[in-house]
């Protein structure tokens, strides 16, 4: 629990509206066209883009050879995982209730930091995982009998869920000496090849040229997402106190829900509302400062 400073904050709200909106635009980029794919796209698109910004800013490329299994490792938890699973999983569900789901990762982030890292937590945080758990439950109120028949994509969401919060624990926890930009393009490159890799594996029937609409979502989820957005976390959860790191982000299914709603023809009930209340609890317990960190500041 700690004061987060303004450059923090910046990058969090821009962060926030980045990955929110994206949910739905993910749904229009792999409707109707093959969901590996289109992610291995946006990947190998921005990369360069990303290599560009450590050149231009001077930072250094090399990994230490010592560090590369954990790169490794960080790279399958937060990255390897999460994004297959979650992408093809997107085309059977709405892009709100898979943000629902995926962003059950503070939840998970939170119990594991107890259970694997034996680290404290107030009881405001509990109270704030608390509050997030029953704004996960409340979004999720219709979606109990269509996700009764759907259990693989659910799975595979919730698995990819857990996956990037331990890859988060692990990443506060990480000795690695190289920078966060270096840490960012390398597990980009990999899970890319990945990508690469598992469409060509899959999906080569299904290629196709990317429609106007889905060429839009590509360009965003390449720069908006890859080149800025993960960059940003990355940074953001190094520097900030883990459950602060990962439920100060759960306004991102709120987007998720509502852009959809208005992009996509999702239908809201009650729940949404109720929902939207309890996030904003959740992520006051966590950033509004204490009187010990005002008093620090």
């Given at each position: 629990?700690?004061?987060?400073?303004?450059?923090?904050?910046?990058?969090?709200?821009?962060?926030?509206?980045?990955?929110?909106?994206?949910?739905?635009?993910?749904?229009?980029?792999?409707?109707?066209?093959?969901?590996?794919?289109?992610?291995?796209?946006?990947?190998?698109?921005?990369?360069?883009?990303?290599?560009?910004?450590?050149?231009k800013l001077k930072i250094?490329?090399?990994?230490?050879?010592?560090?590369?299994?954990?790169?490794?490792?960080?790279?399958?938890?937060?990255?390897?995982?999460?994004?297959?699973?979650?992408?093809?999983?997107?085309?059977?569900?709405?892009?709100?209730r898979v943000a629902i789901?995926?962003?059950?990762?503070?939840?998970?982030?939170?119990?594991?930091?107890?259970?694997?890292?034996?680290?404290?937590?107030?009881?405001r945080a509990w109270l704030?995982?608390?509050?997030?758990?029953?704004?996960?439950?409340?979004?999720?109120?219709?979606?109990?009998?269509?996700?009764?028949?759907?259990?693989?994509?659910?799975?595979?969401?919730?698995?990819?869920?857990?996956?990037?919060?331990?890859?988060?624990?692990?990443?506060?926890?990480?000795?690695?000496?190289?920078?966060?930009?270096?840490?960012?393009?390398?597990?980009?490159?990999?899970?890319?090849?990945?990508?690469?890799?598992?469409?060509?594996?899959?999906?080569?029937?299904?290629?196709?040229?990317?429609?106007?609409?889905?060429?839009?979502?590509?360009?965003?989820?390449?720069?908006?997402?890859?080149?800025?957005?993960?960059?940003?976390?990355?940074?953001?959860?190094?520097?900030?106190?883990?459950?602060?790191?990962?439920?100060?982000?759960?306004?991102?299914?709120?987007?998720?829900?509502?852009?959809?709603?208005?992009?996509?023809?999702?239908?809201?009930?009650?729940?949404?509302?109720?929902?939207?209340?309890?996030?904003?609890?959740?992520?006051?317990?966590?950033?509004?400062?204490?009187?010990?960190?005002?008093?620090?500041?």
């Open positions: 629990m700690s004061i987060i400073t303004r450059k923090q904050l910046i990058l969090l709200v821009i962060l926030t509206l980045v990955w929110g909106i994206n949910w739905p635009i993910l749904k229009i980029g792999v409707t109707n066209f093959p969901p590996i794919f289109f992610r291995s796209i946006c990947m190998w698109i921005g990369l360069p883009f990303l290599g560009l910004a450590l050149w250094s490329f090399v990994v230490p050879r010592a560090q590369w299994r954990e790169l490794i490792m960080l790279s399958f938890f937060n990255m390897f995982v999460w994004h297959v699973m979650v992408i093809v999983a997107l085309p059977y569900m709405t892009s709100g789901l995926g962003y059950t990762m503070p939840i998970f982030s939170a119990i594991f930091s107890v259970w694997f890292f034996k680290t404290p937590l107030q009881s704030g995982v608390a509050a997030a758990t029953l704004a996960v439950v409340f979004l999720l109120w219709h979606e109990f009998t269509q996700l009764a028949g759907k259990p693989i994509g659910v799975f595979m969401v919730l698995s990819a869920a857990g996956a990037w919060a331990y890859g988060i624990q692990r990443l506060r926890r990480t000795e690695m000496t190289v920078s966060t930009l270096t840490i960012s393009f390398w597990m980009t490159a990999m899970t890319a090849v990945v990508m690469a890799v598992l469409t060509t594996l899959v999906e080569t029937e299904r290629w196709a040229m990317p429609r106007t609409e889905t060429w839009g979502a590509i360009i965003f989820n390449a720069f908006g997402v890859f080149v800025f957005a993960q960059t940003a976390w990355l940074i953001l959860a190094r520097g900030l106190p883990p459950v602060a790191s990962t439920l100060s982000v759960m306004f991102i299914p709120v987007l998720g829900v509502f852009s959809g709603a208005i992009w996509l023809n999702e239908i809201l009930h009650w729940q949404d509302w109720a929902a939207v209340f309890l996030i904003v609890i959740s992520i006051a317990c966590v950033l509004w400062p204490t009187r010990d960190t005002k008093s620090q500041a």
